[in-house]
């Protein structure tokens, strides 16, 4: 962008035409099986089906109950993968329970009921007598995938991530996921009775997935094991999340005087404005600076029973960030303050001394219907700045975060929501061996989560200048990760790339004499005190500062377009962001390990509101806000359905005239989807997501019609192979890796004659569980998506932005920055 014209946005959503999509890709890897002498390993695994259900019904005997059915265990070999899809059959009501790993070897747990063990001895059997027409084995790939079949009990359940199994006579608080059909209350309700008469203390939350219950349980594994109606219901047993309270307060170091300076200065927001809702501690509402923004109608709680009050202080100072920034340069200017959002909050932590195990997921849910039926009406977005104090998910879903996924998608008769959740921190006396422990410290639950944007941490604070800090040295270097920020470079490679973004998160301080770090209100971010009777100002930041910094942009995008979607307000958001030359510095290579590690350290970088808000004469952006129906059901199969092409608006003449004049295009794509959580190995059946978006360009080597066929099997003749060859170097990241998660963007450079030839791109559907699982009937749903596409040409006379708009026959827009 240059000079001073700000124009608005460009909206394409009439360019999308759809036609029917076949993917052209084969399928995935070969599957991998270890050597197996047949006629031994069939019989050897048809004698340990039987015995484990000798064992299993000696058991029920012995303690006179009547299960609908067993557990069994199945196991592979060291290094070798089970066929997953084979252990499942629906029909027969056997369910795929959860899937783990043991070393190197994958667990699957199977429940099987009562009468059923015939369907998989029949298979065993058919491998043993029977050949397929091309002379192997029938069913060979399931079974000679199964290293062993064993009867477990209680512990067939525990899929949490290096955590030990809890020990006898330990009362722990469990997270207790339980198989249910299309109406869970039935089920719930024998659980609960159940869980009682046993003497475990069941909590009052629920979060409901499409085929799983979760709740919370506190007791013993004895009390556990020792219902086998408990067990029956059982899909997963983890350990219950702890939430913490710990949080830095610093001293103030401004007078009260400077907030009632600032306060009149300040033209207060209106009554409809967009608003951040801020789940977090709560607020205290008697600050200058807060109370015009935050109607005290507007401050809940989700625990009745306690005061709304902050008595921890950290919503408060999250407070003063998402409405004013830092308020170091707010208070030191004497410009007019006005603000085009407001605030709301919801306390989501009691404010306990002890970690306080709980369902989080269901908090936040109940938060935001809390907030919702007060205000239905109101346009906002949601900053959650407390995270899990563990790591041990390693990108994994949750029940937190995957409730976090359905409550962005939108549950029914909800609307789709936007939050934005930090990172979570590393502890401060950890810092000094920065930056090695931000690579081995994961994101903390729920920042996993897909559709939510997570908030990582970098700095421009490098000054010390108060007294009693000689010799002080800043740890980070101006554009780098904050020492506090964790990172998702540990998580295996499927998981989404987070951080999605970084904003200020402060620095740490190093004192030389003892080598210890140290934070200090020189590096820190400053905001609104909790107890404004006795001061105005804390200093605050880590990674919860910067996700209500990035939660008050987006309030901001809102503002400025209140008809965009969630999903188009996080799309602009990380299409803005770019990497600082310290976070390039950091991963300097162009191969696939060092872009990977730093989309895993940084994200996309640091956002840049006047991108993510405006255009200019040279910095063009298009956005289309669109529906497709990703899947359908043609004869018995359930087929992918929809794809859309564009036929973009481009200043093709414009671009010409610029020539080898090297230019960019950016792609972003936003979507959310709808979550399946359940550790069952997300491959094949049991995908986490409930679909998948990709999108294409067009090559300057293609014509259109090359562009359809090689992106689409359906625009080929019949035996017909699809172009090949391309410019995949010209992309900043690529297509394998810019795939995962919900959000995909991307850069191209080259010169503008070849992104004159490039004016088609292609939105198109892949797989996910909406396709694989079709008795769940969601193949027939349609899909929001958000496509945002911008050019940027380097300082020129020549305007791309108008010829564009004169295409779109889309009057000027035009607001001119004041001097």
């Known amino acids: 962008m240059d000079g001073s014209e700000r124009l608005r946005h460009l909206r394409m959503d009439e360019r999308a035409n759809a036609e029917r999509f076949v993917s052209p890709r084969r399928g995935g890897e070969k599957f991998k099986m270890p050597p197996r002498d047949r006629i031994p390993h069939g019989t050897g695994l048809i004698a340990q089906l039987e015995d484990a259900e000798a064992r ?5 005997v012995a303690a006179q109950a009547t299960p609908t059915g067993i557990v069994l265990v199945f196991k592979s070999e060291p290094k070798f993968e089970l066929a997953l899809k084979s252990l499942e059959a629906v029909k027969q009501g056997i369910e795929l329970l959860n899937v783990r790993k043991e070393g190197d070897r994958t667990l699957a747990t199977v429940f099987i009921p009562n009468g059923k063990l015939i369907y998989f001895k029949n298979k065993f059997q058919k491998y043993l007598k029977e050949d397929t027409d091309k002379k192997r084995p029938k069913n060979k790939k399931f079974v000679e995938s199964i290293s062993e079949i064993r009867y477990e009990a209680i512990n067939a359940f525990w899929t949490d991530i290096d955590v030990p199994f809890p020990s006898d006579g330990k009362s722990v608080t469990w997270e207790i996921w339980l198989r249910v059909g299309a109406d869970p209350e039935p089920t719930l309700n024998i659980f609960r009775i159940e869980a009682a008469h046993r003497g475990l203390q069941v909590g009052p939350r629920v ?41 830095i307060d610093m001293e103030p170091f401004e007078q009260a005087e400077w907030a009632k300076e600032t306060a009149a200065r300040l033209k207060p927001p209106s009554a409809d404005a967009v608003a951040v809702c801020l789940l977090d501690t709560g607020v205290n509402n008697g600050h200058l600076l807060l109370s015009p923004a935050l109607h005290q109608d507007h401050i809940l709680t989700c625990f009745p029973a306690k005061p709304k009050t902050d008595l921890i202080g950290h919503g408060t100072e999250m407070a003063g960030l998402a409405l004013y920034g830092d308020l170091g340069p707010v208070l030191t200017s004497t410009l007019p303050i006005e603000l085009d959002h407001r605030l709301e909050a919801v306390k989501i932590h009691p404010e306990t001394e002890i970690p306080h195990p709980d369902l989080y997921g269901a908090i936040c849910l109940e938060a935001a219907t809390l907030i919702e039926g007060v205000r239905p009406d109101r346009l906002r977005v949601f900053c959650m700045a407390i995270t899990a104090n563990d790591n041990r998910d390693r990108g994994l879903p949750t029940s937190w975060s995957g409730e976090l996924d359905r409550i962005s998608y939108g549950v029914p008769d909800m609307p789709q929501r936007l939050f934005f959740v930090c990172a979570g921190n590393i502890p401060c006396e950890s ?13 903390h639950d729920p920042g996993q989560a897909w559709n939510i944007v997570t908030v990582g941490a970098h700095t421009e604070r490098t000054v010390i200048q108060t007294a009693g800090y000689d010799g002080y040295q800043p740890l980070a270097s101006i554009g780098r990760l904050s020492p506090c920020s964790t990172t998702s470079i540990v998580w295996a490679e499927e998981w989404p790339l987070k951080p999605d973004i970084t904003m200020e998160g402060g620095n740490t301080a190093v004192d030389p004499a003892f080598n210890s770090p140290s934070m200090i209100e020189d590096l820190m971010l400053l905001s609104t005190s909790p107890k404004p009777s006795s001061s105005s100002f804390v200093s605050t930041g880590q990674t919860s500062g910067a996700a209500a910094l990035a939660a008050r942009m987006g309030a901001i995008i809102q503002a400025t377009y209140p008809n965009y979607w969630p999903e188009t307000i996080r799309a602009l958001m990380i299409h803005s962001a770019e990497w600082t030359p310290a976070m390039k510095a950091d991963y300097p290579g162009k ?91 997300w491959k094949n059946t049991h995908r986490y997501a409930s679909h998948g978006l990709r999108f294409d360009v067009q090559r300057p080597t293609d014509s259109p019609e090359e562009f359809r066929k090689r992106m689409n099997k359906n625009a080929r003749d019949e035996d017909e192979g699809g172009p090949t060859g391309g410019d995949t170097k010209a992309w900043t990241i690529g297509s394998k890796l810019r795939s995962r998660g919900s959000i995909h963007s991307d850069w191209w450079t080259g010169t503008a004659t070849a992104l004159a030839d490039s004016r088609h791109i292609g939105v198109y559907p892949v797989t996910g569980w909406w396709r694989e699982r079709k008795h769940f009937g969601r193949w027939a749903r349609k899909v929001r998506y958000s496509l945002v596409v911008s050019i940027n040409t380097p300082p020129t006379d020549v305007d791309i932005y108008n010829p564009v708009r004169i295409q779109l026959a889309t009057p000027i827009s035009i607001e001119i920055e004041p001097e």
């Open 207 to 247: 979060i409901r997935f499409p085929d799983r219950a979760v709740t919370l349980a506190h007791g013993t594994v004895e009390q556990i094991r020792e219902s086998w109606i408990l067990l029956d219901m059982m899909a997963e047993l983890r350990l219950a999340k702890e939430c913490p309270t710990t949080f």
């Open 431 to 443: 810092h000094i061996h920065y930056p090695e422990v931000n690579r081995t410290e994961s994101i």
């Open 591 to 681: 191969k696939k390990r060092d872009c990977h590690n730093r989309m895993r350290c940084y994200g996309c970088g640091a956002p840049n509101l006047e991108r993510a808000l405006w255009c200019g004469r040279n910095s063009l952006c298009l956005i289309s806000q669109a529906e497709l129906q990703p899947y359908d059901k043609f004869g018995e199969d359930i087929k992918t359905k929809d794809m859309h092409v564009y036929d973009l608006p481009w200043p093709v003449e414009e671009l010409r005239s610029l020539g080898d004049m090297m230019v960019t295009m950016r792609v972003t794509l936003s979507y959310f989807i709808e979550p399946s959580p359940g550790r069952r190995g």
């Open 56 to 60: 299993a019904k000696a058991q029920q």
